[in-house]
């Protein structure tokens, strides 16, 4: 299968991407999309999955585990496809244009833009902390209730829902101006949120209690009630670690901007592997941190899952303010970050005739896809306002893995198809480590499929919808050359 001619040349009139982001700048980009509003939150949820403070360690040491896994492997396919739109060309090039455009349809509809709703919501929220007026309380119109399936959607927009939209707005609209512009506020943003997060990890374990959980008898011993607490060991580590995956994804959001790196083959894979690695790292000891402040029984309980408030809080009187701060920087670089590469895919897929034609052009002096920008800032804005995305967001952590793994044992394909191809990187411990980590999250989707139902088959039914849809956009493709005849490439290289 043929590379994207859309990576090659570029139409008159039409921009090209600039090759403007060195190896800080990609790293910036990985360690940012990575630290969200997770790392702050999400504790809570595990701890009162798997009940004992050694557990909830032993979920982060397999998340960064695995993270490291897989980002070493996805390594090798940067290397090999340095373009525009990355994880979106590894698929159609192992398997098949169909598999991409599943992909990218998923990441449109609910995992990029989805996340984008919902980190700026969460930005709001912590906010909100400091200007009280800001709540998913305070209804600027409220029209009624709608209960689907047992859950009450409110209709109407709240001032939350509306710093959220304006600061997805704001974003965009900086992001449309150039790469230059876009990537050092991932920079700034992305440094002040590591700084933050070694902050955390040096007060937790300076200033550790003797009741915290690190200091209480068994350590790995199950001991809290809960939906989850009747299930075998490997079961619940399973599901808990829907929070921390989810918390530790976007690291492969590098790849989509391939084509704006000045070294691509170099700086993609490394990018990978000391970003995702390194952030890993500090959730694993940002985790430690906490258990040493806190009594195991507060991190399961700590009020509206501010684990991280909880804790510095609990060793500094100003604490619940500074990480609220914390939280709206982080939450900040990373919608950055996630506004930043998703239009880079949809630029690929317009380019194959697999997504709106306008997503394919390029700012004739910006060098960035404007459309794209725009397009994704407004489904995402719908998203917020729907109120639907955190529900969208569970939906896709189970075809999000899914993704994973098929680009993982994609590398197993394009070894035996393509032996001859040049590989500037090769995966590290191939074949062992690439196999372990598909083995290890095929157990991990296996007990979400029995565990979670709800977590799992609306996600697959959001994935498989993208097939009709796929065979409706070919054939409206062909109906339209058909009626133009045959037309030139289009495409845009990047500017030396």
Known sequence: MSEAKGNEAAQPGEGRFVRGLGLFDATAIVAGGMIGSGIFVVSQDIAQTVGSPGWLLMVWLITAVMTVMVALAYGE???????????????????????GFLYGWSLFMVIQSGTIAAVGVAFAKYLGVLVPAISTKHWLWHATDLVVGGKTIPIGINTAQLVGIAIIALLTANNCINLKAAKWVQNIFTTAKVLSLLGIIAVGLALGRADAATHEPGFFTRRLGGDFSMLPLFAAVGAAMVGSMFSADAWNNVTFVAAEAKNPRRHI???????????????????????NVLPFDLIAHAPEQRVAAAAIGRVVPWGAIAISIVVMVSTFGCLNGMILAGPRLYWAMAGDGLFFRAAGKLGQRSGVPVHGLLLQGVWASVLALSGTYSDLLDYVIFAAMLFYVLTVVGIFVLRRRAPAAERPYRAWGYPIVPALYVVAALAMMGVLLVYKPLYTWPGLGIVALGAPIYLLWRGLRRRAAARVGPGSARGSAPAE
């Open 269 to 291: 894979p490394l990018s990978l592997i000391l970003g995702a690695g390194g952030v890993v790292l500090l959730y694993f000891l940002v985790n430690v941190a906490y258990a």
């Open 77 to 99: 396919l940067a290397a090999m496809y340095p373009q525009a739109g990355g994880q979106y060309v590894y698929l159609r090039e192992a398997y098949s244009p169909l598999w």
